[in-house]
């Protein structure tokens, strides 16, 4: 499968539990990224790694832990979450870490915390 | 601080008709500006950005730094054109994106 791929697309999860998002690129990229996307705000940049290494931290808290094992992959984990986190959580990738490179987004994962 | 500015959350039009969804953004450097559409049930994906100058799908946008504006315009709409759109702004030379909160425009028929 090409693109961007991302699951589960749908996760239900209690505060107190532990989960976790997955990324997946089969596009060749060096840069993936985590987006959160909650009604009626922007998307939100939350994480960006670099050839696995993290670059970017826009001030997320610590209950989102992201994980880069190699360039295709990364991963959002995830641990005593509020309900004011449910949203949808998207992963993309570019190219590189160059100004003006496509970003190519999958389709997102609907996390509800109850 | 970057900022990008999409003052509509609805836009409708009736097929034919011209559409404009206006974007503003607050940058004081060199900007790099972007659209970005989401069809129904489809990801998010690039429409258009000013360096290339080109016309998709019919669409084109002009990049005012007078203004600070990236508009989004479209001589004749088309009813497969009712998407979210999103204009987003980067700045040169790094990863980071500035995403607007979106226009869904409605192409009613």
């Known amino acids: 499968e090409t693109g961007v791929t991302q699951t589960p697309r749908h996760l239900v999860m209690g505060m107190t539990n532990k989960k976790s998002l997955k990324c997946e690129q089969h596009?060749?990229?060096?840069?993936m990224y985590w987006y959160k996307q909650s009604a009626k705000k922007p998307l939100e940049l939350m994480f960006v790694?670099?050839?696995?290494?993290?670059?970017e931290n826009n001030s997320v808290p610590s209950r989102f832990s992201p994980e880069c094992p190699n360039s295709s992959h990364l991963f959002l984990h995830l641990h005593t979450l509020q309900p004011e986190d449910s949203a949808l959580y998207l992963c993309?990738?570019?190219?590189?870490?160059?100004?003006?490179?496509?970003?190519?987004f999958g389709e997102g994962s609907w996390l509800t915390v109850v | 601080a970057q900022r990008v500015t999409q003052p509509e959350k609805l836009l409708s039009v009736f097929k034919g008709a011209p559409v404009e969804l206006k974007c503003n953004y607050s940058?004081?450097?060199?900007?790099?500006l972007f659209w970005y559409v989401q069809y129904s049930r489809q990801r998010l994906q690039l429409l258009l950005r000013?360096?290339s100058r080109e016309s998709i799908k019919g669409f084109t946008a002009d990049l005012n730094k007078g203004e600070t504006s990236f508009h989004l315009k479209k001589p004749f709409a088309q009813e497969e054109d009712s998407a979210m759109y999103y204009c987003?702004?980067?700045?040169?030379?790094?990863?980071?994106?500035?995403f607007g909160t979106g226009t869904k425009l409605q192409v009613i028929p």
């Open positions: 000013h360096i």
């Open positions: 987003a702004l980067q700045r040169g030379g790094y990863q980071k994106v500035t």
């Open positions: 596009l060749g990229h060096n840069a």
């Open positions: 993309a990738s570019t190219a590189d870490s160059s100004a003006g490179n496509t970003i190519y």
């Open positions: 790694y670099n050839f696995k290494e993290q670059t």
């Open positions: 940058y004081s450097g060199s900007p790099e």
